[in-house]
Antibody, heavy 122, light 106 residues
Framework: QVQLVQSGAEMRKPGASVKVSCKAS????????INWVRQATGQGLEWMGW????????GYAQKFQGRVTITRDTSINTVYMELSSLTSEDTAVYFC???????????????WGQGTLVTVSS | SYEVTQPPSVSVSPGQTASITCSGE?????YTWWYQQKPGQSPVVVI????QRPSGIPERFSGSKSGNTATLTISGTQTMDEADYYC?????????FGGGTKLTVL
């Protein structure tokens, strides 16, 4: 069965960076994009960006351009999301999710990781 | 950037029908997906491409679209349906979520 397992909770000080991992199993890793979505406490879902593990292509939401980097290690079926210059506003649960669809008219997130809490506090 | 709008909250009595809307410019030209998220859990797709129900989703969940408004309908709402619901569109290679609607069943 498809599973996305994320790394554990992280705590950082303002100005630091954090790197969260997402290990995929149960399907051919290179066939589907991995997306990152975050959710602050009591708030909605906020899409951050995607990566194609096959080609290494990435796309980022304008809000996070220059501050987020998504990478992958195909030898261990893992995608990473690194967010830099953290502020308290970045305190949130970060989810990875598999992208499904042709990327033209159809694209949605069919399987999600369990979420990783990132806390930014001095 | 593209935006879609949902009502912040909807209330429904058990057994009644709940409707949650999602509006956006040119929504009629795009597919809509609906996710259910319960507290402490990851989102789950309940409606795919406007009106398709994924395997395992109860028949009481349905989706429709009229003009630039998509609607998630839950018929015979149960207390277990109390959750946050998000619509999602795909625009210019960007995943766009609505702000979410808290469904209260009381």
């Amino acid at each position: 069965q498809v599973q996305l397992v994320q790394s554990g909770a992280e705590m950082r000080k303002p100005g630091a960076s954090v790197k969260v991992s997402c290990k995929a199993s149960g399907y051919t890793f290179t066939r589907y994009d991995i997306n990152w979505v975050r959710q602050a406490t009591g708030q909605g879902l906020e899409w951050m960006g995607w990566m194609s593990p096959n080609r290494g292509d990435t796309g980022y939401a304008q809000k996070f351009q220059g501050r987020v980097t998504i990478t992958r290690d195909t030898s261990i079926n893992t995608v990473y999301m690194e967010l830099s210059s953290l502020t308290s506003e970045d305190t949130a649960v970060y989810f990875c999710a598999r992208g499904q669809g042709d990327g033209y008219d159809v694209y949605y997130l069919d399987y999600w990781g369990q979420g990783t809490l990132v806390t930014v506090s001095s | 950037s593209y935006e879609v709008t949902q009502p912040p909250s909807v209330s429904v009595s058990p057994g009644q029908t709940a409707s949650i809307t999602c509006s956006g410019e040119k929504m009629g030209d795009k597919y809509t997906w609906w996710y259910q998220q319960k507290p402490g859990q990851s989102p789950v797709v309940v409606i795919d491409q406007d009106k398709q129900r994924p395997s395992g989703i109860p028949e009481r969940f349905s989706g429709s679209k009229s003009g630039n408004t998509a609607t998630l309908t839950i018929s015979g709402t149960q207390t277990m349906d109390e959750a946050d619901y998000y619509c999602q569109a795909w625009d210019s290679s960007t995943v766009v979520f609505g702000g979410g609607t808290k469904l209260t069943v009381l």
